[in-house]
């Protein structure tokens, strides 16, 4: 069953560094997604990528974020300046057109660490 | 408040009881979607529905879109079946809209 892979599973940086966090979705979806869990909380969206560019993002998602497709394979999460609040689980999913049955479906994420 | 309610937040089973987990939204909703999420963190998608009912294997997703709830059921629970089960939707946009789980543990 194809699966959204992301690397690398855990990350630990100190604070104020960049950190690139990478997903390679399904091949034939075009929805792109990421998500973040602190630990306790529930899941939150952060931002949608279709069509080479960004269709939402929420407020969390500030000049700090930025994403890429830099290949047409992988999609990026980058994070310029890392902050303590930063730590988090983040969640890489992807969706065909249509949603197909399941709709999302969700890479086994990576944990950020910032000390 | 919360858009996305979820009742009970933790449930204990003994195997092989039939389990219902209940889900409430307050917007718009173009789809509901359930998920399992395990110790390990990873999610895994089990429905997206925007009406009725869906069946896979011993799990029942229904919705209710008038009453604006859902329910997962699992019929004949195992242990295997131990996971925080989230329930999320999407209005307008694709984003979801997760509520905060509920964390079952199924004994033998």
């Known amino acids: 069953e194809p699966e959204v892979t992301q690397t690398p599973s855990h990350q630990v940086t100190q604070m104020g560094q960049e950190v690139i966090l990478r997903c390679v979705p399904i091949s034939n979806h075009l929805y792109f997604y990421w998500y973040r869990q602190i630990l306790g909380q529930k899941v939150e969206f952060l931002v949608s990528?279709?069509?080479?560019?960004?269709?939402?993002k929420s407020e969390i998602f500030d000049d700090q974020f930025s994403v890429e497709r830099p290949d047409g394979s992988n999609f990026t999460l980058k994070i310029r300046s890392t902050k303590l609040e930063d730590s988090a689980m983040y969640f890489c999913?992807?969706?065909?057109?249509?949603?197909?049955?399941?709709?999302?479906?969700f890479g086994s994420g990576t944990r950020l660490t910032v000390v | 408040k919360n858009e996305v309610e979820q009742s009970p937040q933790n449930l204990t089973a003994q195997e092989g009881e039939f389990i219902t987990i209940n889900c409430s939204y307050s917007?718009?909703?173009?789809?509901l979607h359930w998920l399992q999420q395990h110790p390990g963190g990873g999610i895994v998608s089990l429905f997206m529905l925007s009406s009725g009912k869906k069946k896979h294997g011993r799990l029942i997703a229904t919705i209710n879109i008038q009453e604006k709830h859902s329910s997962l059921h699992i019929t004949a629970s195992h242990p295997r079946d131990s996971a925080v089960y989230i329930c999320a939707v999407s209005g307008n946009t694709d984003k979801l809209i997760f509520g905060t789980g509920t964390r079952l543990q199924v004994f033998p």
């Open positions: 917007v718009g909703i173009s789809a």
């Open positions: 990528f279709y069509n080479n560019e960004i269709s939402e």
């Open positions: 999913a992807s969706m065909p057109r249509g949603g197909g049955y399941y709709g999302y479906t």
